[in-house]
T-cell receptor, first 111, second 112 residues
Framework: NAGVTQTPKFRVLKTGQSMTLLCAQD?????MYWYRQDPGMGLRLIHY???????AKGEVPDGYNVSRLKKQNFLLGLESAAPSQTSVYFC??????????FGPGTRLTVT | RKEVEQDPGPFNVPEGATVAFNCTYS??????FFWYRQDCRKEPKLLMS???SGNEDGRFTAQLNRASQYISLLIRDSKLSDSATYLC?????????????FGKGTTLSVSS
């Protein structure tokens, strides 16, 4: 099992560009999450999903959209990137309310 | 008051030392508590869950004090490999009741 994988690992965007981050899990987990981690801020929840076809906002959802068309995939989109979105993005999945398993992260820089 | 608060450290200790980290949480209704470990530039990984009765896993002991809304992690006989950031995590309440709220982490550096 690969666990949770994220694509890409690194990306540099210019302000205003768009991109999609892909998260995939092979553990048949119902719940998936997107977090961002910034120095001095800790991990903050952007959006989450409790099942295929469902999504909900987390703590810091502005500027991001998500989709969960397949149970194993959770996509995070940035429609118009801003420098404030420079961060490390982590995807996680869990079986209901149990331990969350994290992917290796995507380091995004917006210039 | 922040939802989960931790002393950021860093804690610099020699090998073999005993070190304790503390964490406080603001929501008295919280039911689930965890310690995660995060190595530099890596993803967080579950270290241990924290139970009301306290629990131990080898050199690691976690305790919960619900009355004081306080969680602790004790590491005995520190190893170089224990150097990492330790995240105190509390299950928050959202629509699904599944969101985890992370503290900012406490950095531990163990030296020889």
């Amino acid at each position: 099992n690969a666990g949770v994988t994220q694509t890409p690992k690194f990306r540099v965007l210019k302000t205003g560009q768009s991109m999609t981050l892909l998260c995939a899990q092979d553990m048949n987990h119902e719940y998936m999450y997107w977090y961002r981690q910034d120095p001095g801020m800790g991990l903050r929840l952007i959006h989450y999903s409790v099942g295929e076809g469902t999504t909900a906002k987390g703590e810091v959802p502005d500027g991001y959209n998500v989709s969960r068309l397949k149970k194993q995939n959770f996509l995070l989109g940035l429609e118009s990137a801003a420098p404030s979105q420079t961060s490390v993005y982590f995807c996680a999945s869990s079986s209901q309310a149990y331990e969350q398993y994290f992917g290796p992260g995507t380091r995004l820089t917006v210039t | 008051r922040k939802e989960v608060e931790q002393d950021p450290g860093p804690f610099n200790v020699p090998e073999g030392a005993t070190v304790a980290f503390n964490c406080t949480y603001s929501n008295s209704a919280s039911q689930s508590f965890f310690w995660y470990r995060q190595d530099c530039r890596k993803e967080p990984k579950l270290l241990m869950s924290v139970y009301s009765s306290g629990n131990e896993d080898g050199r690691f002991t976690a305790q919960l004090n619900r009355a004081s809304q306080y969680i602790s992690l004790l590491i005995r006989d520190s190893k170089l490999s224990d150097s990492a950031t330790y995240l105190c995590v509390v299950r928050g309440y959202n629509q699904a009741g599944t969101a985890l709220i992370f503290g900012k982490g406490t950095t531990l550096s163990v030296s020889s």
